[in-house]
């Protein structure tokens, strides 16, 4: 069926062996080093949502409503997401990328502000734990 295939099928997710569902290799490896924090609640949010493959069919009206952003920022972080090598986008259709073994981000996006975020503050923020 159309629509229903991995943009990039050879990097369909597997869900990591380790007790998570959020692949360890994420930090492990760097790859939230340097993330904004839209960019990683884009990317949780999507790891919640997307199906056995990594896809999902959210709108980028529904992400807005979800994550409390605007178009410009939704599409700044899918932006960066996509750079980064860690999710894949065609207009409906968004794919959490598998973070393949030895993949590690080499340059990460540059901070807005300069300063540095913790995962636990950014996960606060996402849950609303923190305002």
């Not at 073994?101 to 901070?111: D, E, I, N, S, Y």
């Amino acid at each position: 069926m159309r629509g229903r295939e991995p943009i990039v099928p050879q990097r369909r997710r597997r869900v990591p062996p380790q007790f998570s569902w959020v692949d360890h290799r994420l930090v492990r490896d760097g790859h939230v080093q340097g993330r904004s924090a839209p960019a990683l609640a884009l990317y949780l949010f999507l790891v919640a949502v997307a199906d056995a493959d990594g896809l999902s069919w959210y709108s980028e009206e529904a992400l807005c409503r979800q994550l409390s952003c605007d178009a410009a920022q939704l599409q700044s972080a899918r932006a960066e997401l996509q750079q980064a090598g860690l999710i894949a986008h065609r207009k409906p259709i968004y794919q959490v990328l598998d973070l393949a073994p030895g993949l590690v981000c080499a340059t990460p996006a540059p901070r807005r502000g300069g300063e540095a975020v913790a995962v636990g503050d950014i996960l606060k923020s996402i849950l609303g734990g923190a305002r």
